[in-house]
């Protein structure tokens, strides 16, 4: 009986580790609005009662850098019933530039991965966003208190007031969670405070501050299609033309009379059409206006009927969605864009410009018009963000840091500025294909999401049970001794490699495979060896991506051209072809008879050295090679044609 707890166990744990490997990509809807800024998720499927959770208010520094500082109120949420003792987990939910509510600790991912852990959950407004006001006003003196750094500090006093208010000990393990902007946020917290905090979740996070974020219209213009990019680009073309000689009339026709600055009419029609793109899984317009366009007679009326539906849909007005307008220095409780715009400016740009080629957007929305335009807003002369700033101090796109799961969508343009790759064994990356802003930031449902969300879910929730529960090499050595009543029962890891060989083993004709996004890779060989010991990598790859059988119509194109690789070697290996053929060139089937068991050994250009054919294989004894004698034969002949070639050429020139 013992001997079949020891087996279920070890299954259920490699089962887990296997599930820890695999890739994700899926569909998803996007939740939030990201055209003209990076916005908060609002959630609204709650498994609490918002009822039940009323804010709180914590007295949180002004200036955490200065000796002396006043105070302000930071709105925050806070949510018990996942907490069934005082040395529980603890969840924060990370504001990001919009006000939260009451479901930032009640529903989506975050309250299931709580749940699941037995949390309790915070939920702490951003300063200078919904009721989390320094001041009364949001002029260029006030928003200097605005940045990335105080955030963080914000966070960190917060943790450490609560700590103590609840008696927590470092038993209370601390994971911060974040979308977007505030998303950035988690993982700065995890680079600046390590020690405070276990883990993070970083989903659809602009960790790379940029200047010039080109890549956000390159995409929008691939996802039009070239058809419908190029009619867009001609409609943009002739505002243009009429934008010069009289701005009135093309301004009345768009309803954007309120839009002095004509570029920044030219950037609201380019929000417009970037809408109808990043938003088409909610309002499904992305068909019916490449439709509009394609069978216009008119490309600017129909570029102006877009634009009326899109304020239609969003009910708002062209003013609304003109940045250079976010004048406004009285504070309020529901404005956040005058404060984004600051941030923009400040430490992390993010501005959507037009590509130097093939632009969807008019050419005229450059980095400069982005910089007066912070400059007009906050009159500051010259004001520019600190994007190397931001960069060195939090690492940008290659941060050093342990324990953060990246979560992207891949028809999500802001995915160019998060990690997308595995950083490490400790940091993955979720990549969820057609998945877009957030993609897994709702609540789980495994009725109605799609079934790649489900794995993503599944996958997300077994890598924070590892973090939360402590999977590290003392829990699993203790598991060890625990499970063989062994004490101090620990693998040989020394003698093992020093044994096998580790990574840089000594054989010859072995195939390594291996998926790309794959964590196991790491410990696996990922580079050839020797000509006799190639290494496939499948970047998009998960675990044993060739395992299954070959389908050439259905399996992705390199997954094809691994098993026409794999094929190749083996067929080498079994039909005779040596290692000494493989060091000289390529082992294929005649072509004669491709389907034979006579081989043929194909030299590389170039090769110089003794004849590389090999003929003879272990299955055909009969196999035969080139006489030496008819090779003498072709040279001869060769030298008797080029002599009256030459001789003929020559008299005629």
């Avoid at 609002?42 to 039940?52: F, G, H, M, R, V």
């Avoid at 934008?243 to 600055?261: H, P, R």
Wanted: contains cysteine; aromatic residues 12%.
């Amino acid at each position: 009986q013992k001997k079949k707890m020891k087996i279920i166990t070890l299954f259920v744990i490699a089962t887990c580790m296997f599930n820890m490997a695999m890739v994700v990509v899926a569909n998803s809807v996007n939740k939030d609005r990201i055209v003209r800024r990076i916005s908060t998720t609002t959630l609204t499927d709650e498994s609490t009662p918002l009822s039940a959770i009323s804010p709180s208010y914590f007295a949180q520094t002004i200036d955490h850098f200065a000796v002396e500082s006043s105070t302000f109120e930071q709105k925050y949420y806070v949510n018990d019933i996942y907490w069934p003792n005082s040395t529980g987990p603890v969840f924060l939910n990370i504001g990001g530039e919009g006000p939260i509510t009451a479901s930032y600790v009640s529903s989506g991912e975050f309250a299931s991965l709580a749940k699941a852990n037995g949390a309790l959950m915070f939920g702490l407004e951003h300063r200078f966003y919904g009721e989390s006001q320094p001041f009364s006003y949001w002029n260029s003196s006030s928003l200097s208190y605005l940045s990335t750094s105080q955030a963080l500090e914000d966070i960190a006093n917060f943790q450490t007031a609560m700590m103590q208010f609840y008696n927590m000990t470092s038993a209370n393990k601390w994971v911060v969670f974040g979308c977007s902007y505030s998303g950035a946020l988690s993982a700065w917290y995890r680079v600046k405070y390590p020690h405070l905090t276990i883990a993070a979740m970083s989903t659809s996070s602009p960790v790379e501050a940029t200047l010039d974020f080109y890549q956000y219209d390159q995409f929008c213009g691939q996802a039009l299609g070239n058809t419908c990019m190029k009619l867009v680009q001609n409609a943009t073309a002739s505002i243009e033309i009429l934008l010069d000689s009289n701005a009135t009339s093309v301004k009345q026709m768009f309803e954007c009379q309120g839009v002095d600055d004509p570029v920044a009419f030219l950037y609201v029609l380019a929000d417009v059409i970037s809408f109808v793109v990043q938003y088409d899984s909610n309002y499904h317009m992305l068909s019916p206006v490449c439709a509009a366009f394609e069978n216009s007679t008119n490309l600017v009326e129909t570029y102006a009927q877009v634009v009326h539906d899109v304020f239609a849909k969003t009910g708002e007005t062209c003013q609304g969605w003109d940045i250079s307008s976010y004048t406004n220095e009285t504070a309020d409780n529901l404005g956040n864009m005058r404060q984004w715009m600051w941030q923009s400016c400040l430490e992390l740009g993010y501005f959507q410009t037009a590509p130097a080629n093939n632009s969807l957007r008019s050419t005229r929305i450059t980095d400069e018009w982005h910089l007066g335009v912070c400059s007009q807003l906050f009159n500051i002369a010259n004001f520019a963000p600190k994007i190397n700033w931001t960069n060195h101090v939090y690492g940008g796109q290659s941060l050093q840091v342990e324990n953060v799961v990246f979560t992207n969508g891949g028809i999500d343009p802001w995915r160019f500025l998060s990690v997308t790759s595995p950083l490490s064994p400790s940091v993955p990356s979720i990549v969820i294909s057609n998945g877009s802003h957030c993609p897994n930031w709702g609540t789980p449902n495994a009725t109605t999401d799609p079934e790649q969300v489900n794995i993503a879910h599944q996958l997300i929730a077994s890598y924070f049970a590892g973090f939360v529960k402590g999977c590290t090499d003392e829990w699993h050595l203790g598991v060890c001794s625990q499970l063989f009543n062994i004490a101090n029962f620990a693998p040989k890891i020394n003698w093992t490699n020093h044994v096998y060989g580790g990574q840089s083993l000594q054989v010859e004709n072995v195939v390594f495979t291996n998926g790309g996004i794959d964590p196991w890779r790491f410990l696996s060989v990922t580079s050839p060896l020797s000509p006799s010991v190639p290494s496939i990598v499948i970047s998009n790859g998960s675990h044993c991506p060739n395992w299954g059988t070959p389908n050439a119509t259905t399996d992705p194109e390199q997954v094809n051209i691994a098993h026409q690789l794999i094929a190749s070697y083996f067929a080498g290996f079994v039909k005779g072809c040596t290692d000494e053929c493989n060091q000289r060139g390529v082992c294929v089937p005649q072509e004669t008879s491709p389907t034979s068991s006579t081989m043929f050994c194909l030299c590389n250009p170039g090769y110089d050295g003794d004849s590389c054919e090999n003929t003879i294989s272990p299955d055909d004894k009969k196999a035969k090679t080139i006489p030496l004698w008819s090779i003498f034969v072709a040279v001869v002949g060769a030298l008797v044609l080029a002599v009256p070639i030459g001789f003929f050429i020559g008299r005629h020139h």
